[in-house]
């Protein structure tokens, strides 16, 4: 019988979203006792996902060397999750549930590839993008935000794009050639809901 195994799709992720991801890992890991004694001690996973952070954020300013070093902190966090998911493997046996707690995600599971559910197109000016979603039940407004940049920003670095009280938004003033990352979020009588996963499109 086929065991499950622990996917290594935290290598292909981009740096935020490894931020992300490295957390959440240690978060799970370091409250079951089956993970009590991990091949990389959670301090020093930690460590690393900070370097990361840290690296990833100076280099916002282009820097050659911050670069370099970003990269050279990549390298050093795939190395520290490649045990974490070492001990896994070892420790569940092949058991999917206890595989999913630790924050890993299994073979069978391409969990990055799942698609968004904001539709990003092209619009029929240059400079123009279309945005759609499904509409949410109750939903009295939606708002649209955008970020132009080769990786999912942070937080704080999300633009309002716009305000729309129907489920599809036109951007417009867009420059050609810009990778630009779209987002939007639902607003109900309860508040404004979570936003939708980012996704990015070259515009035309």
């Given at each position: 019988?086929?065991?499950?195994?622990v996917?290594?799709?935290f290598?292909?992720?981009?740096?935020?979203?490894?931020?992300?991801?490295?957390?959440?890992?240690?978060a799970?890991?370091?409250?079951?006792d089956?993970?009590?004694?991990?091949?990389?001690?959670?301090?020093?996973?930690?460590?690393?996902v900070?370097?990361?952070?840290?690296y990833?954020?100076?280099?916002?300013?282009g820097?050659?060397?911050?670069?370099?070093l970003?990269?050279?902190?990549?390298?050093?966090?795939?190395e520290v999750f490649?045990k974490?998911?070492?001990?896994?493997d070892?420790e569940?046996?092949?058991?999917?549930a206890?595989?999913?707690?630790?924050?890993?995600?299994?073979?069978?599971?391409?969990?990055?590839?799942?698609?968004s559910e904001l539709?990003?197109?092209s619009?029929?000016?240059?400079g123009?993008?279309w945005?759609?979603?499904?509409?949410?039940?109750?939903?009295?407004?939606?708002?649209?935000?955008?970020?132009?940049?080769?990786?999912?920003?942070a937080?704080?670095?999300?633009l309002?794009?716009g305000?729309?009280t129907?489920?599809?938004?036109?951007?417009?003033g867009?420059?050609?050639?810009?990778?630009?990352?779209?987002?939007?979020?639902?607003?109900?009588?309860?508040?404004?809901?979570?936003f939708t996963?980012?996704?990015?499109?070259?515009?035309?």
């Amino acid at each position: 019988m086929r065991k499950d195994k622990v996917v290594h799709d935290f290598r292909r992720i981009s740096v935020p979203s490894k931020i992300t991801f490295g957390r959440s890992v240690i978060a799970k890991m370091s409250l079951i006792d089956l993970f009590a004694k991990p091949d990389v001690d959670y301090a020093t996973a930690t460590s690393t996902v900070d370097k990361l952070e840290a690296y990833y954020i100076s280099s916002r300013d282009g820097s050659h060397q911050q670069m370099a070093l970003m990269h050279q902190a990549k390298e050093e966090y795939d190395e520290v999750f490649r045990k974490l998911a070492r001990s896994v493997d070892r420790e569940a046996s092949g058991d999917a549930a206890i595989i999913l707690s630790s924050g890993f995600h299994l073979v069978k599971q391409p969990v990055f590839s799942k698609k968004s559910e904001l539709q990003v197109k092209s619009g029929d000016i240059s400079g123009t993008i279309w945005l759609k979603r499904k509409a949410v039940n109750k939903a009295t407004a939606y708002v649209w935000q955008y970020y132009v940049g080769a990786e999912v920003p942070a937080e704080e670095q999300w633009l309002f794009g716009g305000c729309s009280t129907q489920a599809s938004f036109e951007m417009t003033g867009l420059t050609p050639g810009s990778r630009v990352w779209f987002r939007v979020a639902a607003v109900t009588r309860e508040g404004m809901q979570a936003f939708t996963r980012p996704v990015m499109k070259v515009v035309l």
